[in-house]
């Protein structure tokens, strides 16, 4: 649901809690997070969505990474899923979820993660995604919060993939373009969060429906400090540009763009579909890994070392203007 | 003039209708009524990247963008001549803080004095353009800020210059108007009925 909308229906609702819980809804980031003990908590994360792709193997694939990514951006090991599953038996082949669900199983056994069960009912339009729960300590847990001011901002995947994604649904995508986009969506976040452990980073999310700036906004808002974001850094999947021009842009990228323009800057001399691209709703979007600044060029070599040849750094922490995005 | 209903549908639905619309048949002229704002902006920037003009009308819950082929319009189009109850469209082009040169104490009176009289000019004034040191009368030192709210609460379109904002490193200090760029500010001189420059 859009940002705005769902804030509506949350606000002023008592959610039950008690000491164990390290993060909850009272500020909701990537995903919850219950101690367990002096050196374990789980971190409990779900999502799930409609088809992006026709391919029914990539969609459950693309489901299922994006699902896990929610515990990696929070700096945990995924341990155990469940499947969710909305089909329409009436109207579709059982074989395409046996597909969808071989996917989801495949991209599970690449992330070792084992299932351990799962629910499905029967609805209008196919539905598929994950329960995760992983483990993480309790003193490493990266939240969206503790920016430094000086940190350097990086990023892990290149942005376009809702607004490609609504050019697929349109039917105007080539075979080859379509092929990279999967791969890039089904892409663990995995490779990039084992690297992130071993340097000083003070604060991880991962890219999804908020778009860029959408999450982006979500870690300058209450901390005190402010964002620049050098946009010709930010890596956008080429094709982005051309069908950005022709409207295919998803109707959620113009709602992030109004929940959140008050705390945003950008400069006159952006590109427009560059721009279209910092708001783009992503579809397991890569780790946005905030890091200290004199280790950011070597987090980089080993991104890249590591097969993530799309990361940059694209910003970096600042004093002023407080609470605010600039993006020049 | 070709329609197009849209009404209801998701992006990029809209997009599409219009899109084998034109492949259908040349049009010079096409309406597509849409009724969300995303759908709005993305038929609008479709019919662009294909040439056309566009406009774009409210009309009750629905949005009405209309498309006209650049490419059939005269080289140097003739003006519409406009129903007497619209109002006119004057742009006011302001590039200092001070109104005159002489005595600065006094510019800046003048310049105060100024803003709060803009109003009179009611619903004639279409545009204001902030530009060089004109940007400084956005931010929060600035003696004419609550009269720039209001104006812009009244409906008044203020444009500030981005590149100069950037100059003077005051972006993120701009409590007024909305950032702007040179073809923004060149567009809106070319359809204006009367620009003066301050």
């Not at chain 1, 990474?65 to 059982?94: E, H, Q, R």
């Not at chain 1, 990086?154 to 376009?160: F, N």
């Not at chain 2, 479709?46 to 082929?69: H, P």
């Not at chain 2, 904002?165 to 809106?188: C, P, R, Y």
Request: with cysteine; net charge negative; proline share 5%.
């Amino acid at each position: 649901m859009p940002p705005g909308d769902l804030d509506k229906a949350l606000c002023g609702l008592e959610f039950p809690t008690d000491k164990n819980v390290i993060i909850g809804l009272d500020r909701a980031d990537d995903a919850g997070v219950y101690k367990i003990s002096d050196d374990l908590a789980i971190i409990q994360t779900v999502d799930f969505f409609t088809p992006i792709v026709d391919d029914p193997y990539w969609f459950g694939q693309i489901a299922a990474a994006n699902a896990l990514s929610d515990i990696y951006a929070m700096g945990g090991i995924p341990k155990t899923a469940m499947n969710l599953v909305a089909f329409p038996i009436k109207d579709m082949d059982i074989s395409v979820l046996r597909q969808v669900i071989q996917g989801g199983l495949d991209k599970m056994k690449e992330a070792e993660v084992v299932l351990i069960g799962g629910h499905s009912i029967e609805d209008r339009e196919l539905k598929y995604g994950l329960s995760v729960t992983g483990f993480v300590h309790p003193d490493k847990i990266l939240t969206k919060r503790n920016l430094k001011i000086g940190d350097q901002l990086v990023l892990t995947k290149p942005l376009g993939t809702g607004i490609i994604n609504t050019a697929i649904k349109a039917g105007l995508v080539s075979q080859d373009v379509i092929e990279k986009v999967t791969r890039i969506m089904a892409a663990l976040n995995r490779d990039a969060a084992e690297v992130l452990k071993n340097y000083p980073v003070h604060a991880c999310t991962d890219i999804t429906g908020f778009g860029l700036l959408g999450h982006l906004a979500e870690m300058v808002c209450d901390s005190g400090i402010g964002v620049q974001l050098n946009s010709s850094q930010v890596p956008i999947i080429s094709e982005t540009y051309e069908f950005a021009s022709m409207g295919m842009i998803p109707a959620g990228a113009y709602k992030n763009r109004e929940f959140r323009e008050a705390m945003i800057e950008i400069s006159p001399l952006v590109d427009r579909g560059v721009t279209d691209a910092l708001y783009d709703p992503q579809t397991s979007g890569g780790l946005l890994i905030c890091v200290a600044k004199e280790k950011a060029n070597s987090l980089m070599d080993e991104l890249r070392h590591h097969k993530m040849e799309d990361s940059a750094v694209i910003g970096e922490v600042i004093p002023e203007p407080k609470e605010r995005i600039v993006v020049v | 003039m070709k329609e197009i209903d849209a009404r209801g549908l998701a992006c990029p639905a809209p997009v599409l209708q219009t899109k084998a619309a034109l492949q259908s048949q040349k049009l010079a002229e096409v309406k597509v009524i849409v009724d969300n704002e995303g759908a709005r902006q993305n038929v609008k920037r479709f019919l662009e990247s294909e040439g056309f003009e566009t406009a774009v009308q409210k009309d009750g819950n629905d949005l009405v963008v209309i498309g006209k082929c650049s490419a059939t319009l005269q080289p140097h189009p003739q003006k519409v001549p406009e129903a007497d109850t619209e109002p006119k469209k004057i742009v006011i082009m302001c590039a200092t803080d001070r109104i005159g040169f002489g005595d600065d104490e006094l510019g800046l009176k003048l310049m105060v004095n100024f803003i709060g009289t803009l109003k009179e000019m009611g619903p004639d004034l279409w545009r204001l353009v902030l530009v060089n040191n004109g940007v400084k009368l956005t931010i929060d030192e600035s003696p004419v800020l609550q009269d720039l709210k209001r104006l812009e609460d009244d409906g008044l379109t203020i444009l500030v210059c981005g590149t100069c904002l950037e100059h003077f490193d005051l972006f993120g200090k701009k409590k007024v108007g909305e950032t702007t760029n040179m073809l923004d500010i060149v567009t809106a001189m070319q359809l204006a009925d009367n620009v003066i420059t301050i």
